[in-house]
């Protein structure tokens, strides 16, 4: 009878859990993404709260977050394919973002904390985030079989749509508890959790490369590759836009539609049950119609809702929380769709030996739009206010989403579909 049990117990877990090396990997990253959506809510109501930011100031500090992108992806991505120890340089990168994070509560404490020394943060945070990712899709790679790519990225972004449930809930209440200085303490002490993940394994990476062009061979890569490229093309866009959306979302609530600190992160958190529901139907919508077209059909999925928050009015308070939390949860469903089957996409498409390089290239052109588009967020939120830049943001997200639909990618479909 025990050994029934404990086989039946064993078919309830998913084959990759199984596996000692890919747990603690998707442990490190579910560890680490919870803290990162309890900051999600945490740094910027510090700055709305606490500082008092305005919306141009609202749009540096998220520019910052990404610009690092922009500055070091490519360098990144090269530098890691020559040099290898991906795993080593994903745990650096961990331990400098607790420790860059960990300052924010403590200047608090001393009543010395700035909206420049907050830039300061996310601009560090946001740099080593650019090695984190960037070693990141190698070690995947590393730890999981091709015909396991959807399986494993399934789980990781199951974790993702869980801390999307879970830690904007919980951060928003933890600022509206304590304060938001103190609520990033959380996030700081995720890092340190990940890294100490990644150190208890050790899987055989792809070697070092010994091509001296590797600076400019991602970008070839992609200029070449149809998939990827279109892939870029359209969620380059996509991003610059959602940027300034989200640049001003929370001001947007907070201000204008007059939501508390506790709600907000429970309207956020409702993207998650999407989320949870796009990770766990995405293998069946992609064995059906084919990953690439459920990742255009994401991308719709993701930008179309968002139009809900700038329709919303604060006279009609049950009507508008409503249409929040649709729009929430309809974009978070979309996202969790696009990002997994993408993911699983480039894990067939992209190869082993450039992966590093294509993955900086692709990261400093996906992610360098963002700065962008947070900083115009926050002019046109300043000039013209706040609801005309969201219609704005939300107008170009559709516009990105289209842009794919004559490419390659509706058609595309992995080798094991």
């Not at 740099?127 to 995947?140: K, P, Y």
């Not at 070449?224 to 991003?239: D, E, F, Q, Y």
Request: with cysteine.
């Amino acid at each position: 009878m025990a050994m029934k049990a404990v086989a039946e117990s064993r078919g309830l877990v998913p084959p990759l859990l199984r596996d000692r090396v890919f747990r603690r990997y998707w442990g490190a990253s579910t560890v680490s993404m919870f803290g990162d959506q309890v900051s999600s809510v945490a740094v910027p109501l510090t700055a709305v709260r606490v500082l008092h930011a305005k919306p141009y100031e609202m749009g540096y500090l998220t520019a910052l977050e990404w610009l690092p992108s922009l500055l070091f992806g490519l360098h990144a991505g090269a530098w890691l394919d020559r040099r290898g120890k991906r795993r080593k340089a994903m745990i650096l990168a961990d331990l400098g973002r607790a420790g860059a994070l960990a300052t924010i509560p403590l200047c608090y404490a001393f009543h010395v904390l700035t909206l420049a020394q907050m830039c300061v943060v996310a601009f560090v945070a946001g740099a080593l985030s650019v090695l984190f990712t960037v070693s990141d899709g190698t070690l995947f790679v590393s730890i999981v079989e091709p015909q396991e790519y959807v399986d494993g990225q399934s789980l990781i972004y199951t974790s993702r749509a869980l801390s999307f449930l879970g830690g904007p809930s919980v951060g928003g209440l933890l600022v509206q508890a304590l304060s938001g200085p103190y609520a990033v303490v959380l996030d700081a002490l995720s890092f340190l959790g990940s890294a100490l993940q990644l150190g208890s394994i050790r899987p055989v990476e792809p070697p070092a490369a010994d091509e001296e062009d590797g600076l400019t061979v991602g970008l070839r890569f992609i200029a070449k590759s149809p998939i990827v490229r279109a892939s870029l093309t359209g969620v380059a866009v996509i991003n610059f836009f959602n940027l300034m959306f989200e640049a001003l979302f929370m001001l947007y609530a907070v201000r204008s539609l007059g939501v508390s600190a506790g709600l907000l992160g429970v309207v956020i958190g409702a993207g998650a049950i999407g989320g949870i529901l796009g990770s766990v139907l995405c293998k069946w919508l992609t064995l059906r119609l084919g990953a690439g077209l459920v990742y255009v059909a994401g991308c719709f999925v993701f930008t179309v809702p968002l139009a809900l928050v700038p329709l919303a009015m604060p006279a009609h308070r049950i009507v508008m929380l409503l249409m929040l939390f649709t729009s929430c949860f309809a974009s978070g469903f979309g996202v969790m769709v696009l990002d997994i089957s993408i993911a699983a996409i480039s894990g067939v498409v992209i190869p082993d030996r450039l992966r590093s390089r294509v993955s900086g290239a692709y990261q400093a052109i996906n992610y360098g739009t963002r700065p962008a588009g947070a900083l115009l967020g926050g002019l046109l939120g300043t000039a013209l206010g706040l609801r005309p830049t969201l219609w704005i943001a939300v107008a170009g997200g559709v516009f990105g989403s289209l842009l794919l639909l004559p490419s390659p990618l509706p058609r595309f479909r992995l080798p094991a579909e």
